[in-house]
């Protein structure tokens, strides 16, 4: 079962994995002119959490290029994708949860019930139309029930347990760049 506690960890569990997808950019030579990649963070203020963040990012250390390579971030999602993966996190919490937690994990996120049933409504209807899950599905046998959204896919990655969480975090990271959040516009949130 998942046993942290929602607020902070849950949160810092989100930054790892932004700082792993980082690494991933960061262990790679400039795509442009194969420079070495030097960090050049930033700080944001993502969607839903209070405060800044650090946005991960990299430049090109080479004369001349210099261009930035910004990874993808669970954190700093489009707008519209956020709240999808919360619920992925609520979702696994979910389980063996009593209500009272519920409410409480439902008040740190400061979503309605309303809300949480419509985002529940985006994995069922529009997650799995776009482009990257149609592509992303034939890669798991036996097939992940698409009506059983998002928990089927939460229980298959083993979310209960941190590592497994992680892994489904990573594996939803292409989901929030530009090309794929296209695909996604459909959710209208809070
Ligand atoms: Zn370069």
Redesign the pocket.
């Known amino acids: 079962m998942f046993h942290i506690s929602m607020n902070q960890n849950v949160l810092q569990l989100i930054e790892k994995a932004d700082q792993d997808l980082a690494e991933l950019v960061h262990n790679q030579p400039?795509?442009?002119?194969?420079?070495k990649l030097h960090w050049a963070n930033y700080t944001r203020h993502p969607r839903g959490l209070s405060g800044k963040a650090i946005r991960f990012s990299l430049c090109?250390a080479?004369e001349g290029?210099?261009?930035r390579q910004t990874p993808e971030s669970i954190r700093f999602l489009g707008r519209k994708v956020y709240p999808g993966l919360i619920v992925v996190l609520v979702s696994a919490m979910n389980n063996g949860l009593c209500p009272q937690r519920i409410a409480e994990v439902r008040k740190t996120l400061a979503v309605s019930r309303a809300t949480l049933n419509r985002w529940r409504k985006w994995w069922l209807n529009q997650f799995i139309q776009t482009r990257f899950w149609k592509a992303a599905r034939a890669r798991f046998m036996p097939i992940i029930s698409e009506s059983a959204m998002p928990a089927s896919l939460c229980q298959r990655f083993g979310a209960d347990q941190l590592s497994g969480m992680l892994n489904l975090l990573r594996f939803l990271g292409p989901i929030t760049t530009a090309s794929q959040g296209n695909n996604l516009g459909f959710m209208r949130v809070v």
């Open positions: 400039c795509p442009h002119c194969g420079g090109c080479q290029c210099r261009r």
